[in-house]
């Protein structure tokens, strides 16, 4: 099972990760980092090469322009309704 778990404590050395709970320490893999993929089977935890799923990217809405008639033909369109 591959879970994407939180880095606790993080050095040169070696990193603390939370599994469900349990604490488990492995080989640092980099130092800026604040979460890694943990592979438990047969008993032992390992470091494992997880892809995240990125969800597509979402454009966003366009502002709309709002358009403003000119004065005369403002002026027209009011003697056009009378």
């Known amino acids: 099972m591959v879970k994407e778990c ?8 070696v990193m603390i ?3 469900d709970g349990v604490h488990v320490q492995m080989p640092s893999a980099c130092k ?3 979460t890694v993929a943990v ?4 008993g032992s935890y390992k470091l ?5 799923v990125e969800a597509p990217a979402v454009e966003e809405p366009k502002p709309v322009k709002k358009t403003r008639k000119k004065k ?3 002026a027209e369109s009011d003697e056009i309704a009378e």
């Open 48 to 52: 494992a090469e997880y892809k995240k």
């Open 39 to 42: 592979e438990f089977s047969n």
């Open 72 to 74: 005369a033909e403002v």
């Open 17 to 19: 990760v939370d599994f």
């Open 32 to 34: 800026n980092i604040k």
């Open 6 to 13: 939180k880095v606790l404590m993080n050095n040169a050395a």
